[in-house]
């Protein structure tokens, strides 16, 4: 699972860098240049106290059907956890405290702004066109987020369901955020 997971994001990188037809976890990378500090480093600081794997309680991470514990990782500058689901799926968390929304190249089938708790959020169902994934980024202040990737089975092309899950999932996070 280590290696799917592995080669899955080298796989994302790549198609962020400008590839196509890459498929796997996508998960939102920082744009170039996009790092001017700002005033919201209470934000920022927050986020830094929480583990990405704290996001979701044992008890609602088996409710998705998350296999325990999460996986803590890093992707780029985020922090990240992984909870996957045996036989395929599961979901991404990723803790970005230097990179806002509007600094995460975010892109999908379809694109949208939203709300999750009292933060705004962007949602890309069919995250870079992978029919198997939703992602929900939730904007935790100007220059800081939460990243949130849903997958189902590889295949089934079920952006419905990934986007349920990320749906979800967000709602229980938000709460848990500063």
């Known amino acids: ?29 920082p744009t170039a240049g996009s790092s001017t500090p700002t005033s919201d480093s209470n934000a920022a600081s927050g986020l830094k106290a929480i583990k990405p794997c704290s996001l979701l309680t044992d008890t609602e991470a088996t409710g998705f059907g998350f296999k325990l514990p999460g996986e803590a990782g890093k992707i780029a500058s985020a922090d990240t956890c992984d909870w996957t689901i ?18 995460l190249n975010i892109q999908g089938d379809k694109v949208s702004d939203i709300t999750v708790g ?3 959020a962007t949602k890309a169902e069919a995250q870079d066109g992978s029919k198997d994934t939703c992602a929900i980024v939730i904007a935790a202040g100007e220059t800081s987020s939460v990243a949130l990737i ?10 419905a369901a990934a986007c ?13 955020l500063p």
């Open 1 to 29: 699972m280590k290696r799917i997971l592995i080669a899955t994001l080298i796989g994302f990188a790549a198609a962020t860098a400008g590839c196509t037809g890459t498929t796997g976890t996508p998960t939102p990378t």
């Open 164 to 176: 349920e899950r990320a749906s979800k999932a967000a709602d229980l996070i938000a709460s848990k």
């Open 118 to 120: 009292k933060f705004t």
């Open 150 to 159: 849903s997958t189902v089975k590889v295949a089934t092309g079920d952006t």
């Open 86 to 103: 045996p036989g395929g799926g599961g979901l991404n968390a990723g803790i970005y405290v230097d990179k806002g929304v509007k600094d």
